[in-house]
């Protein structure tokens, strides 16, 4: 065992603590069991990152934190003290099974990671309220108010939620970002915080719409998708935090569609469960999205930057041409070679146009045979007259691409300098 950074303990100790308390002022009044868990995804997403050297610290810190709140709320002493094991034994059993499987990845963002977590939540909250339910009963508590599904649910949303929030943020540093999109984010994050506060006070909706509205809760699962896209797992995370709690308050005073009057929530604290769930998959899921294509994104500028650099380290241009419409596109450094731009050869018909007479008809030639497929005309050389009036000579290397049908589908090749001495006209 090893003892963490204090400053990591003091940061597990705050957002653990924090959650922790608000988790037991918003129980179900008539339940008293509390609507989601985030505590215990705080607790999972640290154990999925720390050293398990450290995991005995943190699940005696959370431990504490956890007791000491159920005293609080005046949970009977043996009552509080089950509720910690199972709840430690719930996170610790998917924590080691995701080290086990997925060893040095921390990180939903791709999909197979991230249906690999979801299922151990899933399965481990489901054991977890099955083995908590029959540990209540053997201390003579039972019956349940709330039943397995409330308590397992409320575990697997708690980590759902919990979980990324950690993840997301535990690498945080300050770094630059597109201004624009920062402030798109932002734009689309208070937007979601208006919309929840709405969706969820049915005063407002009356004072808006004349009557409540069971459609306006979509609205904010809307918003949490474009901040997800703008702003990344970390917005994600704390988009579904912020509407986490909007929900859970407003819920658990009677407030919202989920709510019936007089606080009697019954079904109604099952729906909010279930709402957050989906929530929370949705997030995730377009946070996995938007990784991949971000990755994506990276990886073709990556390739883009290392072919420019080697056509601008070894002179040569490249081009494609669309065997249907006879349009080019170049890269390299086309002013250096041909002392022409791009916007200036759009088209074969205006490079031909450039070619020495006594070459066309043999590049033209070669041209058609590449178009239908021809592999023998894979090297040439011919006159080129450049943007300053200077005849070069140009080797050209190129071949037909197949498509998967067997058509053309470009012809693509590289074109270099053969010989630069201004020779006039031949």
């Known amino acids: 065992m090893s003892f963490p950074p204090l400053s990591r303990i003091w940061t597990f100790v705050l957002v653990f603590g924090a ?7 918003v129980r179900d009044p008539v339940t008293h069991s509390t609507l989601i868990w985030p505590a215990g995804g705080v607790l999972l997403g640290t154990l999925m990152l720390a ?6 610290v943190y699940c005696v ?5 956890h007791f000491g709140a159920g005293l609080f709320i005046h949970r009977p002493v043996a009552v509080s003290a089950l509720y910690v094991l199972f709840n430690l034994g719930t996170m610790l059993s998917i924590a080691a099974l995701w080290r086990w499987r997925k060893p040095g990845r921390t990180m939903l963002t791709e999909p197979v990671a991230l249906c690999w977590f979801v299922g151990l939540v899933l399965a481990g909250s489901l054991l977890g309220a099955l083995a908590g339910s029959e540990g209540l009963k053997v201390l003579g ?13 409320s575990t697997a949303v708690g980590a759902l939620v ?18 624009r999109q920062s402030a798109t984010g932002a734009v689309w994050f208070a937007l979601l915080l208006v919309s ?21 809760s979509y609205l904010p699962l809307v918003f949490m998708v474009l901040v997800a896209l703008s702003w990344q797992q970390r917005g994600m995370a704390a988009a579904l935090l912020a509407l986490s709690v909007i929900a859970c308050v407003n819920t658990a005073q009677g407030d919202g569609p989920f709510a019936h009057a007089g606080n009697l929530l019954g079904d109604p604290l099952l729906q909010v469960q279930v709402y957050l769930a989906v929530a929370a998959l949705l997030g995730l899921l377009m946070s996995a999205i938007n990784a991949a294509r971000e990755a994506a994104l990276a990886d073709a500028l990556a390739w883009k930057v290392r072919a420019d650099g080697m056509l601008l380290g070894t002179q040569q241009l490249m081009y494609e041409v669309d065997p249907a419409t006879g349009n080019i596109i170049w890269a ?8 022409l731009t791009a916007p200036q050869l759009p088209h074969l018909d205006d490079f031909f146009a450039r070619i020495h007479p006594q070459d066309r008809s043999r590049v033209t030639d070669y041209a058609a045979l590449r178009e239908a497929g021809g592999v023998a005309a894979f090297t040439q050389t011919f006159r080129f007259k450049t943007g300053n009036g200077q005849w070069v000579t140009l080797e050209d290397t190129g071949a037909p691409v197949v498509d998967f049908d067997d058509s053309i589908y470009r012809v693509s090749g590289l074109l270099r300098l053969a010989a630069t001495a201004n020779q006039g006209v031949y």
Request: proline share 6%; net charge neutral.
């Open 19 to 25: 959650l922790v308390l608000f988790s037991m002022l």
């Open 51 to 56: 050293p398990r050297r450290e995991w005995l």
């Open 332 to 339: 390299g450094p086309m002013p250096a070679l041909m002392g």
């Open 162 to 179: 919990g979980a990324p929030l950690v993840l997301a943020w535990a690498g945080f540093g300050a770094r630059r970002s597109a201004g």
């Open 196 to 216: 929840a506060a709405v969706a969820f006070d049915n005063g407002t909706i009356e004072a808006l719409f004349g009557a409540g509205t069971f459609e306006l």
């Open 61 to 65: 810190v959370a431990g504490w934190l």
């Open 141 to 153: 508590f039972a019956p349940l108010k709330a039943g397995v599904d409330v308590l397992a649910i």
